[in-house]
Structures are given as structure tokens and as C-alpha cells.
């Protein structure tokens, strides 16, 4: 089964950038449906941004225009540029496809924190 590796999450201040990145161990094309969620303190588990094989992309409305969800299938990789992050950013971001994601299966995700 395929897991995925978040990675590249730190502290930084508000307004500063971040690219996270979602390492894959197996082939991620035939997963055509990828997302990025985020989970703050004591809040749910959220969808942030989501990327499909064609191009698709959508995103949570509080991170439009601030995020940029991509893929490199030829690398099993996703990412989530980050810039101009707001303190509300602070969470522990995940990858993950719909169908694990509705089972309740997840990787370990990345801290993100947004602090002056």
C-alpha cells in the first residue's frame, strides 16, 4: 500500500512562505483525485486544497490566492506553496487522497506554525 511522507513544515512569521511537500513510496498517478488538509488545536480536520490528474484545482476559500496546490507524478510528489501565512495557518497538514481519507487513514502531516 502506498504511504505518503509529509515534510517542510516549520515556524515562520506571518507573511512569510512555506512549501510543503508530500512524498508518495509508490506511483501517485493512479490516484487522480490529491489533497492537502490541515488540523489546528483543538479544531477538525479541515480540506485546504485539492489537485487532480488534469489539472483541476480547488481550494478552501480562507487560502485562496495564498495557496498553490501542484503535483509531479513523475516524482510520486505533492505540494502546497504557501505565502503570506496568517497566524489561523497553524496546524498539522496532511496528504491524502478522498477514498483513505474517508476511512480515517492517515500519514504523520507536518507542523505548521505561524507565530511573531
Known amino acids: 500500500q502506498v504511504q505518503f511522507v509529509e515534510s517542510g513544515g516549520r515556524s515562520v512569521q506571518p507573511g512569510g512562505s512555506l512549501r510543503l511537500s508530500c512524498a508518495a513510496s509508490g506511483s501517485i498517478f493512479s490516484f487522480d483525485v490529491m489533497d492537502w488538509y490541515r488540523q489546528a488545536p483543538g479544531k477538525q480536520r479541515e480540506l485546504v486544497a485539492t489537485i487532480t490528474n488534469n489539472g483541476y484545482t480547488n481550494y478552501k476559500d480562507s487560502v485562496k490566492g495564498r495557496f498553490t496546490i501542484s503535483r509531479d507524478n513523475a516524482k510520486n510528489t505533492v505540494y502546497l506553496q504557501m505565502n503570506n501565512l496568517k497566524s489561523e495557518d497553524t496546524a498539522v497538514y496532511y496528504c491524502?487522497?478522498?477514498?483513505?481519507?474517508?476511512?480515517?487513514?492517515w500519514g504523520q502531516g507536518t507542523q505548521v506554525t505561524v507565530s511573531s
Open positions: 491524502n487522497t478522498p477514498g483513505r481519507a474517508a476511512t480515517n487513514y
